[in-house]
């Protein structure tokens, strides 16, 4: 229990203090997270034994969050969002044209798991309006229309009420690295969450949003708001 404990807290550490924009000590957290795991691992294979699986979880989230701080926070995705097929709302930019941030929530059509924080996200961003802008992005299917694959999207966006957000499928996610999802490290089996300033840079990167994590992840979208005006 006393290990599980302090390999969670290890990584909510570095968590707390990416949440809060301190990425130099997030950094630093996150990186004694993963030496402390890889030495409690050492011990454990000398004994036969095994990280528990959640440990495993957390170990790899510390290294992709290590991996977002150092390859992509502050910077602009390479790829932009000139090949989204918009489905629904306002077509999005990046850069000099976008004016305020972006909250971005990527997933697969139909994803139970993401569902209800994406409904909470849409009734946030319709009541702060001029905040921020709120998109919702899915991954095309290879040799399917992408409009169609967009189709199927919106029959679920209308079921779950969605009203407030820009809805687009990138119809390139699944080929390589010349891509919007790629560019902001977003899953594509499971849902990914990411805000972008003002300027189109890239500030905050969630993996697998539930809603639990609605009121924390809102949070940090007015942070990045109100820090770009």
């Known amino acids: 229990m006393y290990t599980r404990y ?16 301190s990425v130099g000590d997030a950094l630093d957290s996150f990186n004694d997270h993963v030496n402390s795991m890889k030495s409690k691992r050492g011990d454990l294979e000398k004994a036969g034994r095994s990280l528990f699986p959640e440990l495993e979880v957390f170990d790899k989230r510390s290294r992709s969050n290590i ?18 097929v918009w489905a629904s709302g306002e077509p999005q930019n990046l850069g000099s044209n976008q004016k305020v941030p972006l909250g971005i929530l990527f ?40 409009r169609i694959v967009a189709d199927e999207g919106l029959g679920e966006l209308n079921e779950l009420a969605i009203h407030s957000a820009s809805f687009g499928i990138d119809p390139d996610a699944r080929t390589g690295q010349d891509n919007f999802f790629h560019a902001c490290q977003a899953m594509v089996g499971s849902a990914t969450f990411a805000v972008l300033d003002g300027e189109g840079r890239m500030r905050w990167w969630q993996q697998d949003p539930r809603d639990m994590d609605v009121n924390f992840s809102t949070a940090i979208l007015e942070r990045i708001a109100l820090d770009s005006k």
């Open 6 to 21: 302090i390999g969670y807290n290890g990584f909510r550490r570095g968590y707390s203090q990416f949440a809060l924009g």
């Open 67 to 84: 991996r977002f701080l150092q390859e992509r926070y502050g910077e602009i995705p390479k790829v932009g969002l000139e090949n989204i």
């Open 107 to 146: 997933r697969n059509i139909n994803d139970k798991r993401s569902a209800k924080f994406l409904q909470a996200l849409d009734r946030h961003s319709a009541e702060h309006p001029d905040l921020y802008r709120f998109v919702v992005l899915s991954f095309g299917r290879p040799s399917i229309d992408p």
